[in-house]
Structure formats: C-alpha cells, structure tokens
C-alpha cells in the first residue's frame, strides 16, 4: 500500500515515522506548502494536483490546517484515495458532511485521527461500561491541564475562525471520549476564555455536560498551566464503584496501523467520520453556549 502525507508539520511528521513502522505501508510522495524537498526521504511534490494525479498512491495522510481540510478531503475523494485525516474533519458541521456523502459515493475508506481511543486505559473503561461491568456512569470529570508557550500560537494557531480554539485544537479530543464512554450528549453549557495568552483564539474552556442517560459530566481544559503541563485525566462515578484513569496518549503508530488495516481489508476504521461529527458538533456547541450564555441542546 502506497501512502501519500499532505502537511509536513507537527503532525505530518509524526505520521511519516509511524509508517516507517508499519509493514506493507511505503510513503511514496509527500507534500506541503514549504519547499522541502529532499528533506524527508520520499518524493516531494511541489503541486497538490500531482498528488491527485499520480497513479501510484492508494491513500493520504491529511496533516494541513484545518481551515484548509475540507477542499483537499473532497478531491482526494472524487479520486478514490482512501483517507485518513487529523482532527477535526472540518470546521463546519454542514462540510464534514459533505465530505462523509462524498466518501461513500465513491467508496472511499475515511477515517479521522481521535488517538485516544487506542489509550488502553480508556479502552478498558468504555469497554467495562458497555458490558455493564462497572456499572451505570453517574458523574465524569475530564480534566485537562497543559501548557502553550505563547510562541506556540503562530499562524492558525491563533485565529478560532481557523481551527485555533482550545476547543478545536485541543479539547475536542477530551470530548471524543467523554461522548465515546459516557454516550450521547443531551445538552452543554459552556465558558470558552482566553486567560493565559494574547491571542486571537480562546486558551481555556468549562463545560457541563448532561447525557441522555440523566448522567452528567464537566471538561475543564486549558492551555495556562505555566510552567508545564499538569496532565490530563478522567474521572468516573459509577453505581457500582469509581474509576480515575490517565488520558494521555500521543501515539499516531496504532492510528495508522488501523487504518492501513482498514484500506487492506476493506472494513471500517476505529473512527469513521461519521463518529469524528459528534464530537465536533459538541464542541461547536459548547462554542455557541459560551457566546449567548444559554444551554445548547444538541
């Protein structure tokens, strides 16, 4: 299976050396906006249209800003190049969905990097949940504490309208696993704030959250935890007990090795776009509640 990367940045980096690690996967071609190449070993491509031209790529790592996702998501599809996509699939609810209709109609294989969900811990916890090993979930509390340098905030990073906000760029994959445990969301309200930088986007979020099972849940995550990070974790109350777990878990490998598995086998990867939409239409209403101090039901 041949691989073309899209984006060469934080991301995309990470993405070329776990393929390196996976059998039966060749980064063939990659591509970013910067002139790079020979910096990276595959072929650099200078034109994104050579990306879609070219006859010998199976499948793309999208890495590039958000803002920018959704046009390259529909060409690559229109293409039949299977996709897999750093989070979120898109900054509008309305052209992620249109890029999953796209998908399908041309059978296309898309999937959405949530690498949480591969956190063993976590796959523990909603596995015990599910099962009813644990008991009914009556109280969550994500907690995520890390630190940005205001140097970190460049480009994108700091404008909200282009994917920056703590809620888009960072929390949204807190959300993915409080909605993935706890199941669907009935209802947020939220304070979305810019307390620890100055800068164009929101640096710190807290919400609550009501689930249509009546349990109930609260995200606090910011980016202010001076000088370093605090780390990140969840805690559960349940029934039957309670349960606090670390949700730390930077690794892309396992991501990637389930969606080349996914392309190979033809079956659907652990996050698929349809899943990767209900966290991103949490966080857009958390946005919203934030903005007009009402609950938002969703």
Same mark, same amino acid.
């Given at each position: 299976?041949?691989?073309?990367?899209?984006?060469?940045?934080?991301?995309?980096?990470?993405?070329?050396?776990?393929?390196?690690?996976?059998?039966?996967?060749?980064?063939?071609?990659?591509?970013?906006?910067?002139?790079?190449?020979?910096?990276?070993?595959?072929?650099?491509?200078?034109?994104?249209?050579?990306?879609?031209?070219?006859?010998? !790529?199976?499948?793309? &790592?999208?890495?590039?800003? &958000?803002? /920018?996702?959704?046009?390259?998501?529909?060409?690559?599809?229109?293409?039949?190049?299977?996709?897999? /996509?750093?989070?979120?699939?898109?900054?509008?609810?309305?052209?992620?969905?249109?890029?999953?209709?796209?998908?399908?109609?041309?059978?296309?294989?898309?999937?959405?990097?949530? @690498?949480?969900?591969?956190?063993?811990?976590?796959?523990?916890?909603?596995?015990?949940?599910?099962? @009813?090993?644990?008991?009914?979930?009556?109280?969550?509390?994500?907690?995520?504490? #890390?630190?940005?340098?205001?140097?970190?905030?460049?480009?994108?990073? @700091?404008?909200?309208?282009?994917?920056? &906000?703590?809620?888009?760029?960072?929390?949204?994959?807190?959300?993915?696993?409080? @909605? #993935?445990?706890?199941?669907? /969301?009935?209802?947020?309200?939220?304070?979305?704030?810019?307390?620890?930088?100055?800068?164009?986007?929101?640096?710190? /979020?807290?919400?609550?959250?009501?689930? $249509?099972?009546?349990?109930?849940?609260?995200? $606090?995550?910011?980016?202010?935890?001076?000088?370093?990070?605090?780390?990140?974790?969840?805690?559960?109350? &349940?029934?039957?007990?309670?349960?606090?777990?670390?949700?730390?878990?930077?690794?892309?490998?396992?991501?990637?090795?389930?969606?080349?598995?996914?392309?190979?086998?033809?079956?659907?990867?652990?996050?698929?776009?349809?899943?990767?939409?209900?966290?991103?239409?949490?966080?857009?209403?958390?946005?919203?509640?934030?903005?007009?101090?009402?609950? !938002?039901?969703?």
């Amino acid at each position: 299976m041949k691989v073309a990367i899209i984006g060469l940045g934080h991301a995309g980096k990470k993405h070329l050396e776990a393929y390196r690690e996976i059998e039966n996967a060749q980064v063939a071609l990659v591509h970013d906006s910067r002139n790079l190449k020979g910096v990276y070993g595959p072929e650099f491509m200078y034109y994104f249209k050579d990306i879609l031209l070219s006859n010998e !790529i199976d499948a793309v &790592s999208l890495c590039t800003p &958000s803002i /920018v996702r959704s046009n390259y998501c529909i060409d690559l599809a229109k293409r039949n190049r299977h996709i897999l /996509v750093e989070k979120p699939l898109s900054l509008a609810v309305d052209d992620a969905q249109t890029i999953i209709d796209i998908c399908h109609e041309n059978s296309v294989i898309l999937a959405v990097v949530m @690498q949480k969900r591969f956190n063993p811990d976590i796959q523990k916890l909603c596995g015990e949940v599910r099962a @009813q090993t644990f008991g009914k979930p009556l109280i969550a509390s994500m907690q995520v504490r #890390w630190y940005r340098p205001t140097s970190y905030y460049q480009g994108w990073k @700091q404008e909200t309208d282009q994917g920056g &906000s703590i809620l888009i760029n960072q929390a949204i994959h807190h959300i993915d696993i409080l @909605q #993935w445990i706890m199941g669907p /969301v009935r209802s947020v309200y939220g304070h979305v704030k810019t307390l620890g930088h100055k800068i164009n986007t929101s640096d710190s /979020v807290v919400a609550t959250f009501e689930f $249509e099972n009546e349990a109930i849940a609260t995200l $606090e995550a910011s980016t202010i935890a001076y000088p370093q990070n605090a780390g990140e974790s969840l805690t559960i109350l &349940s029934e039957w007990g309670h349960r606090t777990i670390d949700t730390a878990w930077p690794h892309h490998e396992p991501v990637i090795r389930n969606f080349v598995e996914c392309v190979r086998e033809r079956k659907q990867p652990m996050v698929t776009g349809e899943e990767s939409l209900k966290s991103l239409k949490i966080a857009l209403a958390i946005q919203e509640s934030s903005d007009t101090g009402k609950e !938002i039901f969703l």
